[in-house]
């Protein structure tokens, strides 16, 4: 048996597939900044109250789940070694639904639309549906199954969860399903960012931190065992919050909690010991991403010990923003200034053969212009915290912030797009079908 | 069958992390402004780029290629890169031959991403498709490969 027969290590899918998910996404921030500028204040009273649910999905569906859609679809080949079968169609149509059921969602919290909610289900569901279906099959396929292939299994199972939830609350929502709406929501949002989120960007960076960033491996017990214990301790903590058994939801919490520490812990130490000595914007946004993962475990361990915090709605809400604007949207927005100008080079390479002279990354994307958008970013994220806390002072500003760096990254990687058209339009017309 | 054989994975993995060594030192002469010790640094790191790929495309992919009887597949694509890489080699010489380090360290970032989606393939999957095929032939692969003597690029 010959297995490599049916494999083929192809090159990339065609820049489309993936550059059409990275230049909607930031645009959902800056969404999400104007629903707060909205809002105002009372955004940040409760993580439960509709508008908040709006900006969270704006963020999680719309910002996050639009690139690591879209970047799944250009790194499987890579990684895996499997391409994603007819990707042009597959990737406008997760696109279009993506794209259209986020916009759904949102208005259908924020108009309390039960018709909302159902056209939110059908768009999401089927995108969803699609890109499960697509990643999955090409996942099994993977010839080798290292530490990457085995952590974004596990992702994925995740969800395929926190999906199957999520359209079981918008049945709720849409056509008044029997849901216990409270603990259906607890879960939803736990497999989400920490199964799906957490375990996707664990698998990324096995491969990306050393790589690129020149460090030793991670440990291979870490990778053996991280993704099993993620997984199954969601499982089991998912069990123990239905059962309502508070002692064994407190000890599975607190295990994860110390795994969430460890991941960051290592990939801090990692990142310490780099060969790599030139500065770095990406290995910046590693730092807070990092960073902020950590202060979500302390966090969460800290607010069981002290039951005032528990009880407060601004713990709720500043773990939200660490895991979701701290941890993954850092990790993504440094990812999209490397990979976008990257993808660029490449294709124009591929296409101008040698006709046409090509502008290095670093033309296509300066990096002055990153590490400015970068500080906007940083910007934005502490003034969020400090607006969960005091959102009286601080609610203006934050969403201002937001909407800078969103609109920033957005025109930073139109620029790289727009530079990436002129040069293939500048090519006469024989040698473009050649 | 040797599920656990990683003779041929471990000997040039560890010729891929040796070049990312050279690479770090070559971009950090260049971040530092000093021309000369870069035009040193660079030089035996593209030579030790070079003997790397030939040592591959003169010995690993033909019997790879004999043996899986596979010659469109995985290695046509790694020659492929191998010679987008020696491309972007290129442009760093060039670059560097003009004194122009800012050039130099953008295609050296683009060399960099190039470099290591490339080792990402091949470790992750063609290595260990190696050791699988050629499991009996790891130990004369791995002489031969040591025997290539680095020349010029055909």
Redesign the interface.
């Given at each position: 048996m010959?297995p490599?027969?049916g494999?083929?290590?192809?090159?990339a899918p065609p820049f489309s597939v993936p550059l059409r998910f990275f230049l909607t996404a930031p645009w959902f921030l800056v969404l999400a900044a104007l629903l707060m500028l909205w809002q105002g204040p009372g955004i940040f009273a409760s993580r439960w109250l509709p508008a908040t649910l709006a900006l969270t999905h704006l963020l999680t569906l719309g910002f996050m789940a639009q690139v690591m859609l879209g970047a799944l679809m250009q790194m499987l080949p890579?990684?895996v070694?499997v391409v994603v079968p007819r990707p042009r169609l597959i990737a406008a149509l997760i696109h279009i639904l993506l794209t259209l059921g986020t916009l759904a969602l949102a208005l259908a919290f924020l108009a309390s639309s039960p018709f909302g909610f159902q056209i939110a289900f059908g768009l999401l569901g089927v995108a969803f549906g699609v890109a499960l279906l697509a990643i999955h099959v090409a996942l099994w396929r993977a010839?080798?199954a290292?530490g990457?292939v085995i952590a974004m299994r596990w992702a994925l199972l995740a969800l395929l969860v926190t999906v199957s939830l999520g359209l079981l609350l918008a049945g709720f929502f849409g056509w008044g399903w029997r849901v216990s709406v409270v603990i259906a929501t607890d879960l939803h949002a736990v497999w989400g960012l920490i199964g799906w989120v957490v375990l996707l960007v664990a698998g990324v960076a096995y491969?990306v931190v050393p790589?690129?960033q020149?460090t030793p491996p991670y440990p291979p017990q870490f990778v053996r065992g991280f993704a099993a214990l993620v997984g199954g301790g969601l499982a089991l903590w998912s069990v123990c919050r239905v059962e309502q058994w508070s002692t064994a939801m407190r000890v599975t919490g607190t295990v994860l909690a110390v795994g969430l520490a460890v991941f960051a812990a290592t990939t801090g130490r990692l990142l310490g010991q780099r060969?790599?000595?030139?500065?770095d914007p990406t290995l910046s946004y590693w730092r807070v991403s990092m960073a902020s993962l950590a202060v979500t475990a302390l966090l969460w361990l800290s607010s069981r010990l002290i039951p005032t915090w528990a009880q407060a709605p601004q713990t709720d809400l500043l773990l939200g923003i660490l895991l979701i604007f701290g941890f993954a949207v850092a990790v993504i927005n440094g990812m999209l200034c490397?990979i976008v100008p990257?993808l660029a080079?490449?294709h124009l390479?591929a296409q101008l053969l040698g006709r046409a002279r090509i502008p290095?990354?670093?033309?296509l994307l300066p990096d002055a212009a990153i590490r400015r958008q970068g500080w906007a970013y940083l910007a934005a994220f502490l003034l969020l915290l400090a607006a969960a806390v005091d959102p009286a002072i601080f609610t203006y500003p934050a969403a201002l912030a937001l909407g800078v760096t969103g609109a920033w990254l957005g025109v930073n990687l139109a620029g790289v797009g727009q530079i990436y058209h002129r040069l293939l339009q500048s090519l006469p017309a024989e040698a473009k079908s050649a | 069958m040797g599920e656990n054989v990683v003779a041929i994975a471990e000997f040039l993995t560890a010729e891929h992390r040796c070049c990312?060594?050279n690479?770090?030192v070559v971009?950090?002469a260049?971040?530092a402004g000093d021309t000369a010790r870069c035009q040193r640094e660079f030089q035996q790191f593209q030579a030790a780029m070079e003997w790397h790929f030939q040592k591959e495309e003169e010995e690993l992919f033909p019997t790879f290629e004999q043996t899986?009887?596979?010659t469109m597949?995985?290695t046509r694509?790694?020659r492929?890169e191998h010679q987008?890489m020696r491309e972007a080699l290129a442009?760093m010489q060039g670059a560097l031959g003009q004194g122009d380090l800012?050039?130099f360290?953008?295609?050296s970032?683009?060399l960099?991403?190039?470099m290591?989606?490339h080792?990402?393939?091949e470790e992750?999957?063609?290595y260990?498709?190696c050791d699988r095929?050629l499991a009996s032939n790891a130990a004369a692969v791995i002489a031969a490969m040591q025997a290539v003597s680095a020349h010029p690029p055909a």
């Open positions: 010959i490599s027969a494999l083929s290590l192809e090159q890579v990684v070694g010839p080798v290292n990457t491969q790589m690129f020149i060969r790599r000595k030139i500065g490397k990257f080079w490449f390479q290095n990354m670093k033309h | 990312d060594e690479f770090a971009e950090e260049a971040q899986t009887g596979n597949g995985p694509v790694m492929l987008q442009e800012d050039e360290l953008g295609q970032e683009t960099l991403i190039l290591q989606q080792n990402i393939k992750q999957i063609l260990p498709m095929f």
